[in-house]
């Protein structure tokens, strides 16, 4: 149990385009998930807090305008890039959060590459 | 705010040796601690979690104990294996309130292991 997908994988797009990232609990539901960006060779960088129903919470210095995370259901958030630019390059990873326990579920992660 | 500090990477080690991964963190409250392992091109996987002092989070042979004294929160293996090569993060989550499981992570240490 306590899966999470994520959806695409992996994605090239050019720059000036947005691209949408899925994020899945599929077999739990989620009250909140997280988004994190990671560098290479880097740790992860939160980027917001979405909670179900609810306007996302962004950390500082991450653009809302920019990454927009809708999250319609327990089972769904998505993260949309906008206008994308080589500089958002980067490895996006959303996590699940279940029970009272501040355990954290992991999606595979979306390899996104702006040309 | 909160930090979690790992000892600095990269580790390389033989087959069958004693595996250390230091991490110390700063925290209000009382945090709960973790020890996430992220394998080449995957997100992030749970490997063993405390959320009070003294506790011993175990799995696959890693083990880790809740030292408030210290606030330290240290990764041992007894006898590694080529296949724990991997990135290792340490984070801790803070209790309750508007940041309800939201992780900090420390830098991360690869380690790889050799036959």
């Known amino acids: 149990g306590a899966v999470v997908s994520q959806h695409p994988s992996r994605v090239i797009c050019k720059s000036g385009t947005s691209v949408k990232i899925e994020c899945r609990s599929l077999?739990?539901?989620?009250?909140?998930m997280f988004w994190y960006r990671q560098f290479p060779k880097q740790s992860l960088m939160l980027m917001a807090t979405s909670n179900e129903g609810s306007k996302a919470t962004y950390e500082q210095g991450v653009e809302k305008d920019k990454f927009l995370i809708n999250h319609a259901s327990l089972t769904l958030s998505t993260l949309t890039v906008t206008s994308a630019h080589p500089e958002d390059s980067s490895f996006y990873i959303c996590?699940?959060?279940?029970?009272?326990?501040?355990?954290?579920?992991f999606g595979p992660g979306t390899r996104l590459t702006v040309t | 705010g909160n930090s979690v500090t790992q000892m600095e990477g990269p580790v390389t080690l033989s087959e069958e040796a004693f595996l250390t991964i230091n991490c110390t963190y700063t925290?209000?409250?009382?945090?709960?601690l973790f020890w996430y392992v992220q394998y080449p091109g995957e997100g992030l996987q749970l490997l063993l979690k405390a959320t009070k002092a003294d506790d011993k989070g175990s799995n696959k042979g890693f083990e880790a104990t809740y030292r408030k004294e210290t606030t330290s929160f240290h990764l041992e293996k007894g006898s590694v294996q080529v296949s724990d090569s991997a990135v290792y993060f340490c984070a801790l989550s803070d209790a309750g309130g508007t940041s309800y499981g939201k992780l900090t992570f420390g830098q991360g240490t690869i380690l790889t292991v050799h036959p």
């Open positions: 925290a209000t409250g009382y945090p709960s």
């Open positions: 077999d739990f539901q989620a009250t909140t």
């Open positions: 996590s699940a959060g279940r029970g009272a326990q501040y355990e954290q579920y």
